[in-house]
């Protein structure tokens, strides 16, 4: 007889099924991959191109000029959320940092439709974050999981830091976000961040180290417990209908999909994964050897002549790249088109700003 199980409760371990080993090899993480390190490239080369750019302006405008690359945008996450709430007051899109705005809505439709796969596939922090506790497992022989204890209020900090951010920007009027942006700190806060790695102080390079060491001994350290981002993200991701989807009837109880997951989910004992922490990442779905008992996927029909297709409905590796590239691209190609991609200040005012940039401090300071 089959067992009922209500979405998201936890069922009982079931007497060991046969095993109806999967016809094709999973794919999924060969294909993260090599997504996650293409945007980490692209990445690196808005970076060089920026950086370039600043350079010009700190020579004293001569020299060899590089065009200012309006992507680098998507490493100012707090205005992109300001300029998005810009925009939900006064219709208008604004005129400093629009690409932020636009590149912030687009993951956040991401994590709409697909879970937080911003954060497993395209973010450079996730990237750099997964490759040191790989890095760690390879150095220790193992990554640490918290006690439940300490992991529980551990990640509420990011909530805690989100819920600053937003407390801060909930507050302000569209003038107020206007008149921010319009600030020296808020047309140069691209530099300013720039300049924060280039002349990283002490304390500040200790914290930076601290993290790397503890990203190394627990998994996704730095995502799971402090990005704010990725706590947004996270929020937005409970409404995706696409999720990590388990059939009860075609799964072993092997446990090994619970055993891959970053995020200690418990994935072999649920039907469905709700959990904010989920990143998309398919390493559940990459791990699991049994034909479609664990699909990244739709809900599954009402009836029980097409529930016994619901794998039909999911989304392989490829359909995930697709929708994240039809995504960002469709975000920035709209931005061109509409003219609202760049920037645009005249080139005296950063010539005036760059130079000086440490006399450029932030308003409220
Ligand atoms: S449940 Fe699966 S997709 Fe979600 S974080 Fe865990 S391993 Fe990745
Ligand atoms: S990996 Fe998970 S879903 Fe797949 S058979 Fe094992 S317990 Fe079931």
Request: charged share 15%; aromatic share 14%.
């Given at each position: 007889m089959a067992t009922v199980i209500a979405a998201g409760t936890i069922t009982p371990r079931a007497p060991r099924k046969k095993l109806d080993r999967?016809?094709?090899?999973?794919?999924?993480?060969?294909?993260?991959?090599?997504?996650?390190?293409?945007?980490?490239?692209?990445?690196?080369?808005?970076?060089?191109?920026?950086?370039?750019?600043?350079?010009?302006?700190?020579?004293?405008?001569?020299?060899?000029?590089?065009p200012r690359p309006a992507g680098v945008e998507g490493w100012l996450p707090i205005a992109g959320l300001m300029n998005a709430k810009y925009l939900f007051l006064t219709g208008r899109v604004p005129a400093i940092h629009p690409a932020a705005m636009y590149l912030f809505l687009g993951f956040l439709?991401?994590?709409?439709?697909?879970?937080?796969?911003?954060?497993?596939?395209?973010?450079?922090?996730?990237?750099?974050?997964?490759?040191?506790?790989?890095?760690?497992?390879?150095?220790?022989?193992?990554?640490?999981?918290?006690?439940?204890?300490?992991d529980v209020p551990l990640r509420g900090l990011k909530y805690l830091l989100l819920g600053f951010f937003l407390w801060i920007i909930g507050g302000m009027s569209a003038e107020m976000l206007e008149g921010f942006m319009a600030t020296p700190y808020g047309l140069v806060a691209d530099v300013k961040m720039l300049n924060f790695f280039r002349d990283i102080g002490l304390t500040a390079a200790i914290v930076v180290g601290l993290l790397a060491l503890l990203?190394?001994?627990?998994?996704?350290?730095?995502?799971?417990?402090?990005?704010?981002?990725?706590?947004?993200?996270?929020?937005?991701?409970?409404?995706?209908?696409?999720?990590?989807?388990?059939?009860?009837e075609a799964c072993i109880d092997c446990g090994k999909c619970a055993r891959?997951?970053?995020?200690?989910?418990?994935?072999?004992?649920?039907?469905?994964?709700?959990?904010?922490?989920?990143?998309?990442?398919?390493?559940?779905?990459?791990?699991?050897?049994?034909?479609?008992?664990?699909?990244?996927?739709?809900?599954?029909?009402?009836?029980?002549?097409?529930?016994?297709?619901?794998?039909?409905?999911?989304?392989?590796?490829?359909?995930?790249?697709?929708?994240?590239?039809?995504?960002?691209?469709?975000?920035?190609?709209?931005?061109?088109?509409?003219?609202?991609?760049?920037?645009?200040?005249?080139?005296?005012?950063?010539?005036?700003l760059v130079p000086h940039i440490d006399q450029v401090t932030h308003p409220g300071i």
């Open positions: 999967r016809s094709t090899p999973d794919r999924s993480q060969r294909i993260r991959h090599a997504v996650q390190w293409l945007f980490v490239a692209l990445n690196l080369w808005i970076g060089a191109q920026f950086f370039l750019w600043v350079r010009f302006f700190e020579r004293g405008a001569t020299g060899f000029y590089v439709l991401m994590s709409l439709l697909l879970k937080k796969a911003f954060c497993g596939w395209l973010c450079p922090v996730g990237t750099l974050a997964e490759s040191l506790w790989r890095a760690g497992r390879r150095v220790f022989g193992r990554n640490l999981r918290l006690y439940r204890w300490l990203s190394m001994l627990v998994q996704n350290f730095w995502c799971r417990y402090l990005c704010p981002y990725g706590a947004l993200l996270g929020l937005a991701s409970l409404f995706s209908p696409v999720k990590i989807r388990r059939d009860a891959a997951c970053p995020a200690g989910l418990p994935v072999d004992r649920l039907v469905q994964i709700r959990s904010a922490e989920c990143s998309a990442c398919m390493a559940c779905v990459a791990a699991c050897p049994a034909e479609n008992a664990l699909q990244f996927a739709l809900p599954p029909r009402k009836t029980a002549a097409l529930r016994q297709r619901w794998y039909r409905r999911a989304l392989g590796p490829v359909a995930v790249t697709a929708v994240l590239a039809y995504i960002f691209l469709g975000a920035v190609l709209l931005a061109h088109a509409t003219n609202h991609w760049q920037t645009n200040i005249p080139q005296a005012i950063y010539a005036r």
